[in-house]
């Protein structure tokens, strides 16, 4: 099983992520620089936080339509997982991965704190570890974070289970004043892809990997990837 | 082939929330100036070359719909000139 994590110039999450997915979860992670382009078939692609391009235009349009994303949304089509976080995010939303957009929050500054997030489905490889409606605390850092979209859009994720995480309060109530960013339906996480094989969200699951920063509960999102790609089975 | 200037104004589509705009109005009102509406947009002048000017819109909103504007939150305008 090998993962590969897409560095852009601009990204600055790429050595956590490989961090919390080799060193944590005990899986080969390859740094793979976006000009190289995706030549090998990994079991999974993320893309990770950072300002890729220096958010010039809108966070992440850039990176979004670079040689290497037409790889990456083929690897989706057909299935593969692929997790975007934070400008990841931003990126997967501009490459038409996910529906919707990643905008301006509503007070437009950055917000860098821990928040708590509902798990809202765990019919997902991503979310399958975790129960149905638990509260977990991750880490957000954003300025652009602002999941918008269309109501059809919104209506018909909610209909096909794809919103994966909204923002809570600790009891786990969705609510105006749990939500940071001013987000569409608290929402901050969105499931694409054929078979909810792809995840944005703007939360850093790998600042919440191990007890020692604080929150081990993002873990569970790498380890989920993990045991989907093992049930597969080799060549799948 | 002609050359053109293509002027391409990106603005946030009507009833998007504009929190940068809010932010300036709250600027200005505290340096008193009223104001009832004030909204944001970006201004792209770009040159090319195009057989005619249908030509070069046409190509300016191709830009717009590839790149320069996101469908889901954004409009977009462009002007054409020599």
Redesign the interface.
């Known amino acids: 099983m090998r993962f590969a994590v897409v560095q852009f110039g601009g990204s600055n999450c790429d050595r956590d992520v490989v961090h919390a997915v080799s060193d944590v979860c005990g899986v080969d992670c390859d740094l793979v620089w976006y000009k190289d382009g995706i030549t090998t078939d990994y079991d999974a692609v993320i893309l990770p936080g950072g300002f890729s391009y220096g958010d010039y235009?809108?966070a992440g349009?850039?990176a979004a339509?670079t040689p290497v994303m037409e790889g990456i949304r083929r690897h989706a089509a057909a299935g593969g997982l692929v997790l975007g976080i934070c400008n990841g995010a931003q990126i997967g939303a501009?490459s038409g991965l996910v529906?919707?957009?990643f905008?301006?929050?509503?007070?437009?500054k950055f917000i860098c704190r821990p928040v708590c997030l509902r798990v809202e489905t765990t019919a997902s490889p991503f979310t399958r570890l975790y129960r149905e409606g638990e509260v977990i605390r991750v880490p957000i850092a954003h300025k652009e974070g602002?999941y918008?979209?269309?109501p059809e859009v919104l209506a018909r994720l909610n209909a096909e289970g794809r919103v994966a995480f909204r923002f809570c309060d600790a009891d786990g109530n969705v609510i105006p004043a749990a939500n940071p960013n001013?987000a569409a339906e608290n929402i901050t996480g969105v499931l694409g892809g054929p078979a909810k094989n792809v995840l944005c969200l703007m939360p850093h699951p790998e600042r919440a990997s191990e007890e020692v920063l604080g929150s081990a509960d993002g873990r569970r999102i790498f380890l989920g990837m993990i045991r989907s790609i093992e049930e597969a089975g080799p060549g799948a | 082939m002609m050359k053109y200037t293509a002027k391409i104004t990106i603005a946030l589509k009507e009833g998007?929330?504009d929190?940068?705009a809010r932010?300036i109005q709250h600027a200005l009102a505290n340096l008193g100036f009223s104001t009832g509406f004030l909204s944001t947009a970006r201004i792209f002048i770009i040159t090319l070359e195009a057989e005619n000017e249908e030509a070069a819109k046409a190509e300016a909103e191709r830009m717009c719909e590839?790149?320069?504007a996101?469908p889901?939150?954004h409009r977009y305008e462009v002007e054409v000139g020599a």
């Open positions: 235009l809108r349009a850039i339509r501009e529906p919707g957009t905008t301006t929050n509503a007070t437009p602002r918008v979209a269309s001013g | 998007m929330l929190p940068e932010a590839r790149l320069l996101n889901v939150i």
